[in-house]
């Protein structure tokens, strides 16, 4: 099964958008590894979000 390209278009997006971190780099993150950096910029943007 392979992933969906449009989840991985938005997870490339969001890491990209956040980090400034080339394609290629982000690419190069096994998925695990790029849905923690997604999960973890989420809880940045909530706590920013929530003033803290």
């Given at each position: 099964?392979?992933?969906a390209a449009d989840?991985?278009?938005?997870?490339?997006?969001?890491?990209?958008?956040?980090?400034h971190?080339?394609l290629?780099?982000?690419?190069?993150l096994e998925h695990?590894?790029?849905l923690r950096?997604?999960a973890?910029?989420?809880?940045?943007?909530t706590?920013?979000?929530q003033?803290?």
């Open positions: 099964m392979t992933y989840r991985l278009y938005t997870e490339v997006a969001y890491v990209a958008y956040h980090f971190w080339s290629a780099d982000i690419l190069d695990g590894e790029r950096y997604v973890e910029i989420a809880g940045i943007n706590r920013i979000s003033g803290r």
